[in-house]
């Protein structure tokens, strides 16, 4: 599916729960590589959907609007959260999903099946073109750039960036359940203003 047809879809679906007597703020769609086993998120801290480019490519017409479902359920039922807590795939979520004709499945069930990860070669990284300007991101890692088309400039130096995670903020496996203690994440990353597009490598005989 075209990303034009999905972001058609995006705010026809944000209208529907508009008229479900919910308040709406429709998310922006993003159409990157998600990494690990999802095949898509919603970014609640800056109101954002990431649907993984191979699935957009490659799933079928009704598995792509399931997952938007999904997706947008997500922003939805957290635009309209009155809790303290995250809302997750609890019953507020259920509800929005089942209000704008989605499944309420926490997983994907369809026919889909996303590729291993496998490791690319530089010269292959390198080739990748960008489908969007650089700005579209705030920052990424020296591989995250790669795969978006960029790669980071010679003598730029990365930023530490710490991200802590603290009480309900995982959700465990069972509906419902989360983590409890405080997780951190720490990574090295470049803002937009370091990179520039890709050039392909020549490959050595």
Same mark, same amino acid.
């Given at each position: 599916?075209?990303?034009?047809?999905? #972001?058609?879809?995006?705010?026809?679906?944000?209208?529907?729960?508009?008229?479900?007597?919910?308040?709406?703020?429709?998310?922006?769609?993003?159409?990157?590589?998600?990494?690990?086993?999802?095949?898509?998120?919603?970014?609640?801290?800056?109101?954002?959907?990431?649907?993984?480019?191979?699935?957009?490519?490659?799933?079928?017409?009704?598995?792509?609007?399931?997952?938007?479902?999904?997706?947008?359920?997500?922003?939805?039922? #957290?635009?309209?959260?009155?809790?303290? /807590?995250?809302?997750?795939?609890?019953?507020?979520?259920?509800?929005?999903?089942?209000?704008?004709?989605?499944?309420?499945?926490?997983?994907?069930?369809?026919?889909?099946?996303?590729?291993?990860?496998?490791?690319?070669?530089?010269?292959?990284?390198?080739?990748?073109?960008?489908?969007?300007?650089?700005?579209?991101? #705030?920052?990424?890692?020296?591989?995250?750039?790669?795969?978006?088309?960029?790669?980071?400039?010679?003598?730029?130096?990365?930023?530490?960036?710490?991200?802590?995670?603290?009480?309900?903020?995982?959700?465990?496996?069972?509906?419902?359940?989360?983590?409890?203690?405080?997780?951190? /994440?720490?990574?090295?990353?470049?803002?937009?203003?370091?990179?520039?597009?890709?050039?392909? /490598?020549?490959?050595?005989?």
């Amino acid at each position: 599916m075209l990303i034009q047809d999905l #972001e058609k879809e995006l705010m026809k679906l944000a209208q529907d729960a508009r008229e479900a007597g919910y308040t709406v703020k429709t998310p922006e769609l993003f159409v990157d590589p998600v990494h690990g086993k999802a095949l898509a998120f919603y970014q609640h801290n800056t109101n954002k959907i990431v649907i993984h480019d191979h699935f957009v490519d490659n799933g079928t017409d009704k598995e792509l609007e399931n997952t938007l479902i999904h997706e947008l359920s997500h922003a939805v039922a #957290e635009q309209n959260n009155t809790l303290k /807590k995250r809302v997750w795939h609890g019953d507020a979520w259920k509800d929005v999903m089942l209000a704008l004709g989605g499944n309420a499945e926490r997983y994907h069930a369809g026919e889909y099946k996303k590729p291993e990860f496998k490791k690319r070669p530089m010269y292959e990284l390198y080739a990748i073109q960008p489908k969007y300007e650089a700005s579209r991101w #705030e920052h990424g890692t020296y591989n995250q750039w790669l795969t978006r088309g960029y790669h980071v400039i010679k003598g730029q130096k990365a930023t530490l960036k710490t991200w802590t995670f603290k009480g309900d903020e995982f959700e465990k496996l069972e509906d419902g359940e989360v983590h409890t203690g405080v997780s951190r /994440k720490t990574v090295l990353v470049f803002e937009h203003t370091q990179v520039e597009r890709n050039e392909p /490598k020549k490959v050595e005989a």
